[in-house]
T-cell receptor, first 112, second 110 residues
Framework: AQSVTQPDIHITVSEGASLELRCNYSYGATPYLFWYVQSPGQGLQLLLKYFSGDTLVQGIKGFEAEFKRSQSSFNLRKPSVHWSDAAEYFCAVEVAGNKLTFGGGTRVLVKP | DAEITQSPRHKITETGRQVTLACHQTWNHNNMFWYRQDLGHGLRLIHY???????NKGEVSDGYSVSRSNTEDLPLTLESAASSQTSVYFC?????????FGPGTRLTVL
């Protein structure tokens, strides 16, 4: 069965520093992969998605992610975080029928 | 602007009561989904629908039901609320591969 693992439950980063969030998936076929962000008390907003082609994908708010098939990973990065990036981030894989399987999430705290 | 709304935003109920959470989208999307969010579990799929009169069970469907009588709405019903159903519930709709999420309903079952 498909699964998504986000190994880091919490990450604390200083404002202006770089950020990398890890995501590993288990899925038999070529995956469609997503990163969502959830600000406190809000719904989920799509940051970026990977379907095929270039393995480095750009998203909104300065985020990017790299798909590595050999490592079954889809890590999210941002070169310089802003205080407004404090949120919870979810990695997800689309399985048959447009359904999403989510990882457990990583909460990002930004220190001034 | 098209949007997806959920009501109520907060609900407190008692064990054994029937509760219905509303989800309404104005995108005219065929696909609609209900998830629950619990600490450490991310979002888990409860039920989903690919169109009017179509409903399907997801990963954690026990104790929940949905109905789809029109394109815009997918209400989620807890037949007899249990404390284990205390959670935050999200509705989503999609056309193609991107799902759009509502703001969520925080349900507390006492």
């Amino acid at each position: 069965a498909q699964s998504v693992t986000q190994p880091d439950i919490h990450i604390t980063v200083s404002e202006g520093a770089s950020l990398e969030l890890r995501c590993n998936y288990s899925y038999g076929a070529t995956p469609y992969l997503f990163w969502y962000v959830q600000s406190p008390g809000q719904g989920l907003q799509l940051l970026l998605k990977y379907f095929s082609g270039d393995t480095l994908v750009q998203g909104i708010k300065g985020f990017e992610a790299e798909f590595k098939r050999s490592q079954s990973s889809f890590n999210l990065r941002k070169p310089s975080v802003h205080w407004s990036d404090a949120a919870e981030y979810f990695c997800a894989v689309e399985v048959a029928g447009n359904k999403l399987t989510f990882g457990g999430g990583t909460r990002v705290l930004v220190k001034p | 602007d098209a949007e997806i709304t959920q009501s109520p935003r907060h609900k407190i109920t008692e064990t054994g009561r029937q509760v219905t959470l509303a989800c309404h989208q104005t995108w005219n999307h065929n696909n609609m989904f209900w998830y629950r969010q619990d600490l450490g579990h991310g979002l888990r799929l409860i039920h989903y629908s690919y169109g009017v009169h179509d409903t399907n069970k997801g990963e954690v469907s026990d104790g929940y039901s949905v109905s789809r009588s029109n394109t815009e709405d997918l209400p989620l019903t807890l037949e007899s609320a249990a404390s284990s159903q205390t959670s935050v519930y999200f509705c989503a709709s999609s056309s193609g591969n991107e799902q759009f999420f509502g703001p969520g309903t925080r349900l507390t079952v006492l």
